[in-house]
C-alpha cells in the first residue's frame, strides 16, 4: 500500500532561516503529492502540490519538486517567518489508494523572532 | 475556491450521549467525502470514505456502528459519534472530493468529558 515519510520534528528556527523539511514514499504507478499546513487549533489547508515528475509546486515562498527517482517531495522555503509556525504535513494521492490521501505523520515547525 | 464548512468546531459532551458532526460543500458538489481523525501529535488517520446516496466504506479497526457516518445529498456529509466516551475525544476532520481536488473543513474538536 502506500506511505509517507516524513522527517521527525519538532524542528525550531529563526526567523529569516532556510527551512527543509523531507519527504518520501512509497506508492505504486503515479501518485500526486501535497505539502498541507495546519494552524494552531484548524483545519487543513493545502499548500502546494505536483501531479507528475519533475513538477515543482510553490506557493507563498514554500517550494517542492516531484522526484520520482528518489521518490521525494522535499518542502523547502528561502526565508521563514514566525507566522510560518505550524504544522506541516506531505500526503499523497492515487497509487494503490485511488481518491484516499495518505499522510505523513507531521511535522511541528516552530519559528522564533 | 472551495469551501467546506464544517461545525461544530467544538463541542463538549457527556459520555454516553451522541454527538453529530455536519460538513457542507460550498458553490461545488462534493461526490466523495472523507472523515478523519487526529489524535495530538499524531497525523490523520482515515476513518471512513463516503460518496453520495451510498454506504460509507470504514478503514479497518473503524467501527461502523459507532461512527455513523450519511451521506445523502452532494453537499452534505454528516459524522454521528453514538454513545460517546471519553476516548471518543479527538480532532475530527472531513474532507470533500469534487473537481477542485480534496477541501479541508475546518475541524471539530470533540471532548467527552
Known amino acids: 500500500g502506500n506511505s509517507v515519510t516524513q522527517m521527525e520534528g519538532p524542528v525550531t528556527l529563526s526567523e529569516e532561516a532556510f527551512l527543509t523539511i523531507n519527504c518520501t514514499y512509497t506508492?505504486?504507478?503515479?501518485?500526486?503529492l501535497f505539502w498541507y499546513v495546519q494552524y494552531p487549533g484548524e483545519g487543513l489547508q493545502l499548500l502546494l502540490k505536483?501531479?507528475?515528475?519533475?513538477d515543482k509546486g510553490s506557493n507563498k515562498g514554500f517550494e517542492a519538486t516531484y522526484r520520482k527517482e528518489t521518490t521525494s517531495f522535499h518542502l523547502e522555503k528561502g526565508s521563514v517567518q514566525v507566522s510560518d509556525s505550524a504544522v506541516y504535513f506531505c500526503?499523497?494521492?492515487?497509487?494503490?489508494?485511488?481518491?484516499?490521501?495518505?499522510f505523513g505523520q507531521g511535522t511541528i515547525l516552530t519559528v522564533h523572532p | 475556491g472551495a469551501v467546506v464548512s464544517q461545525h461544530p468546531s467544538r463541542v463538549i459532551c457527556k459520555s454516553g450521549t451522541s454527538v453529530k458532526i455536519e460538513c457542507r460543500s460550498l458553490?461545488?458538489?462534493?461526490?466523495?467525502m472523507f472523515w478523519y481523525r487526529q489524535f495530538p501529535k499524531k497525523s490523520l488517520m482515515l476513518m471512513a470514505t463516503?460518496?453520495?446516496?451510498?454506504?460509507?466504506?470504514?478503514e479497518q479497526g473503524v467501527e461502523k456502528d459507532k461512527f455513523l457516518i450519511n451521506h445523502a445529498s452532494l453537499t452534505l456529509s454528516t459524522l454521528t459519534v453514538t454513545s460517546a466516551h471519553p476516548e471518543d475525544s479527538s480532532f475530527y476532520i472531513c474532507?470533500?472530493?469534487?473537481?477542485?481536488?480534496?477541501?479541508f473543513g475546518s475541524g471539530t474538536r470533540l471532548t467527552v468529558v
Open positions: 463516503s460518496n453520495e446516496g451510498s454506504k460509507a466504506t470504514y
Open positions: 474532507s470533500a472530493g469534487g473537481e477542485y481536488g480534496y477541501t
Open positions: 458553490d461545488f458538489q462534493a461526490t466523495t
Open positions: 506508492a505504486t504507478g503515479y501518485p500526486s
Open positions: 505536483a501531479t507528475k515528475a519533475d
Open positions: 500526503a499523497l494521492a492515487g497509487g494503490t489508494s485511488y481518491g484516499k490521501l495518505t
